[in-house]
């Protein structure tokens, strides 16, 4: 038992308005459709709202409305267009409390992190593709760059208002217009963007939003009247949407799934390395795509990092989302928790040894402890497939040479982390590594400066930064 107890700290969940039911927002307007689906909040299971699921026809009235609104949102001057994002940037900066609220409500996420991670990068995407608006000229693409049309972005259920703002944000300020499919757990906070985007007058139709699960997902990326898809998720899925894009001349980026190595070699700091493992691995409950999955940990330290994790790992705080002394939340659905306790279970019988610090999960909800495999091989299936979940392989290594072979097995490359007190190490190991994002002495860093996506399986293209530009431009 730890020596003093933490006194609940729950976030009040009054600042946030759910109606019991929300339509799909097209042209300005929400609107009914003929069928619905319940979101839940995965910490009780209790259902929030009814929401809109989108058919094919319901799409089709989003594109169409994005056809309209392209005209004159593609004439506009960059610096009007700007004014329109900065607004809607302000206005989220003002509305975060009840978006971050509202975000781990639906979402699971602790408030600690939608509060301090997720709306702040939500907002500064908006400010930093605002900036761009008015300089598309200067952004290296040619002297006078178009907007492509209609985009149709898909995007998943592990930050679901921050992977809106890094799809709308972009191409918003290339001139494009948008129809959004959020995930079918996590619709809420996409519906609230509505709302924002209503407050900041922004021209009807210039953003859609369509509620539903998969079907409406494939309904808009096939849609003929769409010019640009944009894709997160998963890679099987998104091996489909590129093959029932291919060969249509629409514009394709796929952000995929991953299995980052997070590399400690012997002179890193252990304290440090410790906050990075557990920051890589159990921020966001492990639904991260570039979550640092695979540790891999030279040999001679390997008694002494995993003692330290471990001891580490023994004060997380899994628990209620809305309490802010939480560190780990909810499972996001049970679809989710279902995949992750069968890959532990497959870990633990193909012979590694599965450990988790004692601690109490509550009765109701999707809930999985923080949990770390350790004498995992690279044959395991707990070290190839992405389990999405807060689930940490542990593999070691002698050499550098072994530890850049080991973190480069693997059919993804998004991302990777190299802990070493030698600059010119890590600098060695990164320039080898086949990831498209390598964190050094830090893990999880995110910034709308940076470009971010991957190599292989973890998919093309790259999102934030001038480079995320380029998506969305002729
Ligand atoms: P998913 O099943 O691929 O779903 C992603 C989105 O696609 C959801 O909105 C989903 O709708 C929709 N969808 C499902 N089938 C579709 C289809 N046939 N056509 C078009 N859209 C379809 O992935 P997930 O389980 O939600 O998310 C987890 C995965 O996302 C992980 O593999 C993770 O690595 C990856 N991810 C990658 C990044 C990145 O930046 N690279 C970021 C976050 C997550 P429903 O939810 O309604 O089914
Ligand atoms: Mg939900």
């Known amino acids: 038992m730890p020596l003093f107890e933490y006194a609940p700290a729950p976030e009040s969940r009054s600042i946030v308005d759910i109606a019991p039911s929300y339509g799909l927002f097209i042209d300005g307007e929400f609107g009914e459709a003929k069928d619905t689906f319940k979101t839940v909040n995965p910490a009780t299971e209790e259902v929030l709202s009814e929401v809109a699921l989108a058919g094919p026809e319901d799409v089709d009235r989003a594109v169409a409305a994005a056809r309209r609104a392209f005209e004159s949102w593609s004439a ?256 996001n659905s049970k679809a989710q928790l279902d995949r992750i306790t069968e890959l532990s279970e497959i870990g633990a019988g193909e012979g590694a040894e599965r450990w988790s610090p004692p601690c109490e999960l509550p009765d109701r909800g999707f809930w999985f402890a923080p949990t770390i495999f350790t004498g995992v091989t690279q044959a395991h299936r707990i070290a190839r497939e992405e389990i999405f979940g807060p689930v940490l392989s542990v593999l070691t290594f002698r050499t550098p040479a072994e530890a850049i072979e080991k973190a480069n097995n693997t059919p993804y490359g998004l991302s990777a982390g190299i802990w070493s007190e030698k600059g010119s190490r890590i600098l060695a190991v990164a320039d080898k590594l086949r990831a498209g994002v390598v964190w050094a002495n830090t893990f999880n860093k995110f910034d709308p400066t940076s470009p971010f996506g991957g190599y292989k399986e973890s998919g093309y293209g790259r999102e934030g930064g001038r480079h995320g530009l380029e998506a969305y431009l002729a």
């Open 76 to 331: 506009l001057p960059g610096s009007e267009r700007a004014k329109y994002l900065f607004r809607i940037a302000r206005i989220l900066q003002e509305r975060s409390r009840e978006l971050a609220v509202l975000e781990s409500l639906d979402n699971g996420k602790p408030i600690r992190e939608s509060r301090d991670v997720d709306l702040p990068l939500v907002a500064a995407h908006f400010f930093y593709y605002a900036g761009w608006a008015d300089k598309l000229k200067y952004a290296g693409l040619g002297p006078d760059p178009r907007p492509l049309g209609v985009a149709g972005q898909v995007i998943p259920w592990n930050f679901p208002l921050l992977m809106l703002a890094w799809k709308i944000a972009p191409a918003l300020a290339t001139g494009n217009t948008v129809v959004l499919k959020p995930a079918e757990t996590t619709p809420l906070s996409a519906l609230f963007f509505a709302d924002v985007c209503r407050q900041a007058d922004l021209p009807p139709g210039v953003v859609n939003i369509v509620t539903g699960a998969g079907d409406t997902g494939r309904y808009l990326v096939e849609h003929p009247d769409v010019n640009k898809v944009a894709f997160t998720g998963s890679t099987e899925v998104g091996r489909q949407i590129a093959r029932s894009v291919a060969g249509t001349g629409k514009k394709l980026t796929l952000e995929l799934g991953g299995k980052a190595a997070n590399i400690v070699f012997d002179d890193a700091p252990i304290d440090q390395a410790v906050e990075g493992i557990v920051n890589g691995i159990f921020f966001n409950q492990g639904h991260v795509c570039c979550a640092g999955s695979r540790l891999l940990v030279q040999e001679s330290i390997a008694t002494e990092l995993l003692d330290s994790l471990k001891r580490r790992m023994a004060t997380l705080r899994v628990g209620d989302p809305l309490d802010k002394n939480t560190d780990v939340g909810a499972i």
